[in-house]
């Protein structure tokens, strides 16, 4: 069983940044795809962005292209989104996900990944 907890939520204003972490725990040592996804009020959760255990593409949903950066810290089972420029539409709770099986360019908002976190608040005022 792997364990996530994320952190870093909270309310900013438009075009102010925040930085998402998300802590592993529990069976790391295995070699995991890490995802972000978000999901708003009363909307389906979507893919935010994926990265890979090691080497390898990194994904990002067309979206946050140029605004959000996902990176992670193998020594720390650690994996970060950093998101600038926020926009009121980027409002919503984010999730971290892992998966021992997908690779990062093929996860999608449809991805059933094997272990979720119970997510974060980004609130992003007008």
């Known amino acids: 069983q792997v364990r996530l907890v994320e952190s870093g939520g909270g309310l900013v204003q438009a075009g102010e940044s925040l930085r998402l972490s998300c802590q592993a725990s529990g069976r790391t040592s295995s070699v995991y795809t890490m995802g972000w996804f978000r999901q708003a009020p009363g909307k389906e959760r979507e893919f935010v962005a994926a990265?890979?255990?090691?080497?390898?593409?990194?994904s990002y949903a067309d979206f946050v292209k140029g605004r959000f950066t996902i990176s992670r810290d193998n020594a720390k089972n650690t994996v970060y989104l950093q998101m600038n420029s926020l926009k009121p539409e980027d409002t919503a709770v984010y999730y971290c996900?892992?998966?021992?099986?997908?690779?990062?360019?093929?996860?999608?908002?449809?991805?059933?990944?094997?272990?979720w976190g119970k997510g974060t608040l980004v609130t992003v005022s007008s």
């Open positions: 996900a892992a998966d021992r099986t997908i690779v990062a360019t093929l996860v999608s908002s449809k991805t059933r990944m094997e272990y």
């Open positions: 990265i890979p255990w090691s080497r390898g593409i990194i």
